[in-house]
């Protein structure tokens, strides 16, 4: 049979016992309850059940990590792979060896901040562009 092991409204532990307490006992400042349901640690438990927690939101990720492909389709569709290109050639050595490099493009790197910058984009805005590229059908 399946317990919770409950301690202060909380659900501690789940277990698997017979409820024959001369075999073993939950442990001091606890309760054990019979529970055939589905029982997580740290649940709450009221009223001879547990308390499911509500889902967790959805966290958008700090950066998004696109391909070269997703990435130049999405700069195509808005109109600016033009205008990214021309900051790339106006950025140095170190910027155009990483736009022609690249496999991957990490919206949070340094180097797109600075090409973004250059074409008016501000941190949200490079930000919505990479999810929006990482979303793609490419």
Do not use: C
Not at 28 to 35: K, L, N, S
Not at 86 to 91: H, L, S, W
């Amino acid at each position: 049979m399946k317990y919770v092991i409950v301690k202060d409204g909380v659900i501690a532990n789940t277990v698997e016992w017979d409820g024959d307490t001369k075999k073993w006992r939950p442990p001091a400042g606890t309760q054990a309850f019979q529970y055939d349901g589905p029982a997580q640690p740290g649940w709450a438990w009221e009223n001879g059940g547990p308390v499911v927690p509500p889902p967790l939101p959805d966290v958008e990720p700090a950066s998004y990590a696109v391909s070269r492909l997703r990435l130049k389709l999405e700069l195509a569709e808005r109109g600016l792979l033009a205008n990214v290109e021309t900051a790339v050639q106006a950025g140095g050595t170190v910027p155009q060896i990483y736009w022609a490099e690249a496999t991957t493009f990490e919206s949070n790197h340094p180097l797109v901040a600075q090409i973004g910058a250059a074409i008016g984009l501000d941190a949200a805005g490079i930000k919505a562009l990479f999810k929006a590229a990482a979303e793609r059908d490419a």
